[in-house]
C-alpha cells in the first residue's frame, strides 16, 4: 500500500482532490447520532473523527474498495442457470467440466483427469492429432495441463483451442481472452500462441496474454524471452518486466508492468488506475455475467482507480463508485444502468 500511494500516479490522484467539495458531496449522507454519558465530550470528539475517516476512506477508495458486504444491499437475480466449462472436440462430443468432483474421461486420443484444480490428461494414441477447444464462460476461471507439460490458467468469458498431441514441428495452440502460460521447455518445438491480432513464439517461459479489446492485445512477460509478431509482419522481442502492446492502426509499443498487478485476476482481483469506466464494465460482464448499459455515453470516458474483488458481490463495487462519484447505477430488467 505505501508504495503504491508513493507512485506519481496515486501522488497526482491526491493532489488533485478538493477536500471542500468531496465533504460537501458526503455531508449530507452522514447522520450523527448524540451520546448521551458522561463522556459527552469525547465521545463527540470521536464521531467528528469518524466522519473525518469516513471522507478520506471515500476518496482512497479509488485505490482500495470496501472489503465488507452491507447486509442491506438487495442481491441482483441473474436467473438460476449457472455458465458451465465445456470441452468441445472436433468430433462433436462435448463434456461438461464445471463441477469440481474428480473423476476421469476417455476420447479417442486421450485419458482426461478432472479434479478441483482443473484438466490434465495422457495421451492414448499419440499418432492421431485431434484439436478441442475448451471454453471458460463469464464468472469461471480454469487450468489445464497440456500434454507437454504446459500449464495454462484461463480468466473468465475465454477460450484456447488445442491438440490433445503436439504431431509438427511446432506446439501451437489459439485463444480468446485472457490466459497466463507457463510453458513447458523444448527446444526443438516452439511454442506458439495465436490470437486475433498477434502470435507469441516461446520455447519456454511465463507470460500472459490479454486479447479482451478487439483492437488491442498485451503480451506481458514475467520470465524468459518471447518473441510477437503481428499481421503486418512487425515483430518484437520482449525481456522479463516488459509487456508488448499491439493496437490496431498503430502496431507495437513497449513498456513496463508490475506482475503483481497485471496477474492479479489470477487471485480474483482486478486492480485499475487512471481506467475508462468503459473498460471497467467489460471485467463486470466477464466476472460477475453482468450486462452493463451507459445511459449517459459520457460516463463510459471518466476514469477512476481502485479494484474489484470478484469474492465480493457486485454490488459492493456499485455501491462504492457511486459514493465515490457522481455516478448513478440501478439495475433494471437484469442490466446495469450508468448515468
Not at 90 to 104: A, F, I, K, V
Not at 230 to 256: C, D, M
Request: aromatic share 10%; charged share 20%; proline share 4%.
Amino acid at each position: 500500500m505505501q508504495q503504491g500511494l508513493a507512485s506519481p500516479g496515486a501522488k497526482n490522484f491526491f493532489d488533485s482532490i478538493d477536500e471542500n467539495k468531496a465533504w460537501y458531496k458526503v455531508e449530507p449522507d452522514i447522520q450523527p447520532v448524540l451520546p448521551k454519558s458522561i463522556l459527552y465530550k469525547k465521545k463527540i470528539l470521536t464521531w467528528f473523527s469518524v466522519a473525518a475517516l469516513l471522507c478520506v476512506a471515500v476518496a482512497v477508495f479509488r485505490f482500495y474498495p470496501s472489503q465488507r458486504a452491507a447486509s442491506n444491499i438487495a442481491t441482483v437475480n441473474r436467473g438460476a442457470a449457472k455458465p458451465a466449462i465445456l470441452l468441445r472436440m472436433e468430433n462433436g462430443q462435448q463434456l461438461n467440466l464445471s463441477d469440481t468432483s474428480s473423476r476421469e474421461l476417455n476420447t479417442a486420443s486421450a485419458h482426461l483427469t478432472k479434479n478441483a484444480e482443473g484438466l490434465s490428461y495422457q495421451l492414448e494414441n499419440r499418432k492421431a492429432e485431434e484439436w478441442s477447444t475448451l471454453v471458460v464462460p463469464p464468472t469461471l476461471t480454469y487450468q489445464i495441463i497440456l500434454s507437454d507439460g504446459t500449464k495454462v490458467w484461463l480468466n473468465s468469458a475465454s477460450s484456447l483451442r488445442f491438440s490433445f498431441s503436439f504431431l509438427r514441428q511446432t506446439r501451437e495452440v489459439y485463444l480468446t481472452g485472457e490466459a497466463f502460460f507457463k510453458v513447458a521447455k523444448d527446444p526443438a518445438k516452439p511454442f506458439i500462441v495465436h490470437t486475433g491480432q498477434t502470435q507469441v513464439k516461446v520455447l519456454g517461459t511465463e507470460f500472459n496474454i490479454n486479447t479482451y479489446q478487439a483492437d488491442k492485445t498485451v503480451t506481458s512477460l514475467v520470465e524468459g524471452s518471447v518473441s510477437t509478431t503481428a499481421e503486418n509482419n512487425q515483430k518484437l522481442l520482449l525481456q522479463p518486466g516488459y509487456q508488448a502492446v499491439y493496437q490496431s492502426g498503430t502496431g507495437f509499443s513497449r513498456q513496463t508492468f508490475d506482475p503483481a498487478v497485471e496477474l492479479s485476476w489470477m487471485k480474483d482481483v482486478y486492480y485499475f488506475h487512471n481506467t475508462r469506466l468503459s473498460e471497467i464494465s467489460g471485467v463486470l460482464s466477464r466476472w460477475f455475467d453482468v450486462k452493463v448499459v451507459f445511459d449517459d455515453a459520457a460516463k463510459a470516458e471518466e476514469t477512476f482507480s481502485g479494484a474489484i474483488d470478484k469474492k465480493q458481490p457486485v454490488e459492493i463495487f456499485i455501491r462504492n463508485i457511486k459514493a465515490s462519484a457522481q455516478v448513478k447505477a440501478d439495475f433494471k430488467d437484469g442490466v446495469l444502468h450508468i448515468k
